[in-house]
């Protein structure tokens, strides 16, 4: 059984900071250290997309929305993935999940991340 569990999401105000973890078991990820990994968010009304990516090399990703203000990082030791989110904006709010980067798998139930003021 694979499991993702992604925490950290909150109400924050525009220029605000957040940092996103997500934690992954089951036997699928028992060498964690070799899968590329990614946060995804889904805004409502929209589409998936993807945000940032993570190979197992630690080379980085963004999508143009995201360079500049996020940054993906991973612990193979624990098992985790993060997503440090600096200088948010209300078009971040959206419900963040992480998996794996181009073949994603079961979806977790994501984090909600909300950018008001």
């Known amino acids: 059984q694979k499991r993702l569990v992604e925490s950290g999401g909150g109400l924050v105000q525009p220029g605000g900071s957040l940092r996103l973890s997500c934690l992954v078991s089951g036997s699928i990820f028992s060498v964690f250290s070799g899968y590329n990994m990614a946060w995804y968010r889904q805004a409502p009304g929209k589409q998936r997309e993807l945000v940032a990516g993570?190979?197992?090399?630690?080379?980085?990703t963004y999508t143009d929305s995201a360079k500049g203000r996020f940054t993906i990082s991973r612990d193979n030791s624990k098992k985790k993935v993060f997503l440090q989110m600096n200088n948010l904006k209300p078009e971040d709010t959206a419900v963040y999940y992480c998996?794996?980067?181009?073949?994603?798998?079961?979806w977790g139930q994501g984090t909600q991340v909300t950018v008001s003021s």
């Open positions: 993570i190979d197992t090399g630690r080379t980085t």
């Open positions: 998996n794996v980067l181009q073949s994603p798998l079961d």
